[in-house]
């Protein structure tokens, strides 16, 4: 039987052309985050299967890619449980890898330390538009400042990215896990159901305010609290300023400190930014991971009709390995769709260094195809993108074949 020669579903083979454009944003990315500060770090593929499973990864660990155990740890004809057949998964985000690495690095990293982390991560979801089950993840993070600088810092070093990739008249959509919690508690709903009330808030954007209310009553939550939770979004949406809306509604439910973060995080954003976007207060934003704790964000892009990325502070996650917590924030660009927009709206690459293609005849004599990689050596020297090639016997389609690739100039060597 003839082997498989398509890539396993959800995980996709990179054609040359698009590889240049993923190359070009990584360095873009890479060399904008080193100007904020920002330091290049990598962890590994896989993790122990506890630190992954540890119900802080929302739905995603539903999704781990599971490894099983090898050689004699592996028995089969024993096993009890899946815990005796899996030790290790493969990662589905770069957050739970980065807390493990600081947790068993912090001594000899500074503090606050700013971390850039890119690699890929696997989930067991159902391919779609821009979601593969193997997919680049492209994060930076802030450990150590327990200040809203770390906030300030993120989007500003995100959306500045996003602008000099070619983005405009984007959203950065912004919210707190304590305003959420607060409009609950204050719309009378138990705080053992804010989970669940909040699941449904997550479909806001999908169903609207009137799918959000039979939900919720299906649920079985009482009318009035249902009632007096839905008016707050709708109060929200029509007054000039959300934020303070809900600070005077809501009153004691909602710490002053909160609300006077949120406005800083506003002023400082829009009076440094570079990029042309808006900084939007979004109550309906909850983000998946249960390990967030305060401000939470995410992009809206309008060609994608979806979100292109998101993070926020998570500063209870790194006590899960040290047993003392450390104020954490982080901001993830969505890397694979980024990509998939810019390849349908036909990127180019700007500045590329000149492509020459040298096409050696067949029997070219070896004495003088020294001379001739000399000539492509010193081209390359000098800055040139240069292939050196045999020549086909269908010379016409092999330089089409080439010119796809950006190869301007086609220099032959005949023997």
Not at 126 to 133: A, L, M, V
Not at 237 to 252: F, M, P, R, V
Not at 378 to 390: D, I
Request: with cysteine; charged share 25%; proline share 4%.
């Amino acid at each position: 039987m003839a082997l498989k020669k398509k890539p396993v579903n959800g995980m996709k083979d990179i054609m040359p052309d698009e590889m240049q454009i993923r190359d070009y944003v990584q360095s873009v990315i890479k060399e904008t985050y080193r100007a904020f500060g920002f330091t290049p770090i990598e962890t590994p593929c896989m993790e122990d299967i506890a630190n992954l499973s540890n119900k802080q990864g929302g739905e995603n660990e539903k999704l781990i890619f599971k490894v099983l155990k090898r050689g004699e740890k592996l028995k089969l004809e024993t096993a009890q449980s899946e815990a005796d057949l899996v030790d290790f998964g493969m990662r589905y985000d770069l957050t739970v890898p980065l807390c493990r690495y600081y947790a068993n690095h912090a001594n000899d990293l500074p503090s606050p330390f700013k971390a850039l982390q890119m690699g890929n991560v696997w989930r067991a979801d159902r391919p779609q538009r821009g979601r593969y089950r193997q997919f680049m993840q492209c994060d930076i993070d802030i450990l150590g400042e327990p200040s809203n600088l770390a906030e300030i810092e993120l989007i500003l070093a995100t959306t500045t990215t996003l602008g000099k990739l070619g983005f405009k008249n984007f959203e950065i959509r912004i919210n707190e896990r304590r305003i959420l919690k607060a409009m609950a508690a204050y719309s009378g709903f138990a705080e053992e159901e804010f989970d669940t009330v909040f699941i449904i808030l997550d479909k806001m954007d999908k169903i609207g305010l009137e799918g959000v209310a039979e939900e919720l009553a299906k649920e079985g939550y009482a009318q009035e609290a249902i009632d007096k939770y839905l008016s707050l979004f709708t109060g929200v949406e029509q007054a000039e300023d959300g934020i303070s809306y809900l600070a005077d509604t809501l009153g004691d439910y909602l710490d002053a400190e909160i609300v006077q973060n949120m406005k800083e995080i506003a002023s400082a954003v829009n009076a440094t930014k570079t990029a042309s976007f808006e900084l939007v207060f979004d109550p309906t934003l909850v983000r998946g991971m249960s390990y967030y704790t305060g401000t939470i964000f995410e992009i809206a892009i309008p060609e994608f009709g979806g979100s292109c990325g998101g993070g926020g502070r998570y500063d209870k996650m790194v006590g899960n390995f040290t047993g003392k917590d450390v104020p954490a924030c982080g901001f993830s660009i969505g890397f694979e769709r980024i990509i998939l927009l810019l390849m349908e709206n036909g990127f180019q690459i700007p500045e590329q260094p000149k492509k020459t293609a040298y096409l050696i005849e067949k029997g070219y004599p070896g004495d003088k195809l020294s001379e001739v990689i000399g000539q492509a050596q010193q081209a390359r020297a000098n800055g040139e993108q240069v292939l050196v090639v045999r020549m086909n016997k269908n010379k016409k389609f092999q330089k089409e074949q080439l010119s796809k690739e950006g190869y301007e100039d086609f220099v032959e060597f005949f023997k």
